[in-house]
């Protein structure tokens, strides 16, 4: 089956048409100046998402991810302070440091969430010399000009300049303004190399002088690295669209004399308390303490995958509990089929095989996707194949599946159902009826005792 993908260059949905069998895909990765809240990670969730996607219907996959570590200014057009720079002031260490200890917090993240290892993961300070040599090609190529504040991208040059983004000539104000430089030609033209100030931390010699790569260079270089210059899925979050994104664009143009990516895909937002969840703003979750709080990566998973990546998905503690009563629903299922003896017809697996990948297919459709595992989970015939079916898909949803498994417990069956009946009471909020229960289990001889996130321990008296 093909993947269709929205591209949100042509604004409609488009077949991901490989070569040899391969799917080149490059997605934004994080600037490592400070941990990872859970918005960022719904962006590494969907990048995990589209490669599964890509695999899951029958395509190899070679994914490339950058790791921001220099160059990324506080605005992302280009304009205040390096936020690798900053972060090592506030925190006494080198930028270095800084990006060794923040990566492996974001690494850590990414595998409790269980998103693969792309093929390629590139941190920008380690292919300096790749970035310099792309800033001479663009410069070679006639798209490029030096001023005495580094070397900047001549976007008259380029005529789709903006087009991502939906600008018009008239709005091209945006761009690089690495304070001002009067030398720069249009407002838009962005900068490729920056001269360092003499504070500066992080700088490399260059033909153009010491200086370190504007933010945007780093993707068109990495992804010139690993993947070629076709490139058939990128993405990132959808504030990239506007600036970072239209600049690889141009920059890749610059270098190749042709376009290098075939469909550019964005996710919409976390949002929390009526906006975007941003560290600029406060309001902020990681995952470590969603952890502390009772939630596993797998109940965070699962709410992600509730909503449609082209939808901004609101965060809200009733939805992730919502997430993690579904999770342990899940897991009950799945063992009753697991235990299960009888033979399911091969059409019926089939019809939901087909299901299921058609809204894989579909641009990656997951809300639809998870209806059809619990249609299929909910089928009375408790069946073996059905569990093979749902690890099947699982190689898209990543929930784990092929983990679960029956817990040991000396707590007899029917006081664990009490207590589970008690935590949907809880969950919504009938505490009157969660006192009942409270009551009926301590009459049969167990105390319960409640934790984080309406999680509990039953205990024999
Ligand atoms: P950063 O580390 O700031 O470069 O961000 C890493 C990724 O997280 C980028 O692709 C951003 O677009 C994405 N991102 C930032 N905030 C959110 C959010 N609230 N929801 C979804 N993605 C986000
Ligand atoms: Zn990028």
Known sequence: MELQVYNSLTRKKEIITPDDGVVNLYFCGPTVYWFQHIGNLRAFFVMDSMRRAVKYLGYKI????????????????????DKMELASKREQKTP??????????????????????????????????????????ILDNGYGYITKNGVYYDTSKYSHYGELGGMNQ?????????????????????????????NHIQKWDSPWGVGYPGWHIEC?????????????LHGGGIEHRTVHHENEIAQNFAKCGHEVVDCWF????????????????????????LKDSGY?????????????YTKPQNFTFEALNNAKESYNNLKKLILKHK?????????????????FSQYVADDINSPLALSVLWDALKNNSESKDIYELVLDFDRFLG???????????????????????????????????????????????????????????????
Request: negative net charge.
């Open 296 to 308: 596993s990566p797998m109940d965070l998973r699962l709410f992600y995958l509730s909503a449609h």
């Open 399 to 461: 929930l784990r599946l092929d983990e679960i498994k029956e817990e040991k417990t000396d707590i007899p069956q029917d006081i664990i159902d009490i207590a589970e009946e008690r935590k949907s009471a809880r969950i919504n909020k009938d505490y009157k009826t969660s006192d009942i229960l409270r009551d009926k289990i301590a009459s049969l001889g167990f105390s319960i005792l409640d934790k984080a996130g309406n999680e509990y321990e039953i205990i024999k008296k």
């Open 266 to 289: 964005h996710l919409e937002h976390l949002m929390f308390d009526g906006g975007k969840m941003s560290k600029s703003k406060g309001g902020i979750y990681t995952l470590s303490a």
């Open 220 to 232: 068109s270089a990495i992804g010139n690295k690993f993947l070629g210059e076709h490139i058939h």
């Open 339 to 355: 235990k299960g003896t009888n033979l399911i017809e091969k059409s019926i697996i089939s019809d939901y095989k087909n299901k």
């Open 170 to 198: 008239d709005d091209k104000l945006f761009g690089a303004r690495i304070e001002v430089d009067d030398e720069k030609k249009n407002p838009a033209d962005f900068v490729l190399w920056v001269i360092a100030k003499d």
């Open 62 to 81: 070679n994914h490339a991810m950058n790791i921001t570590d220099v160059g990324h200014m506080t605005s992302d057009a280009d304009e205040g302070e």
């Open 96 to 137: 270095q440091e800084i990006a060794d200890y923040y990566w492996s917090l974001c690494h850590k993240d990414m595998q409790d969430l269980n998103i693969e290892e792309p093929e390629h993961i590139c941190p920008a300070t380690s292919v300096i010399p790749e970035i310099i040599k792309f800033v001479q090609d």
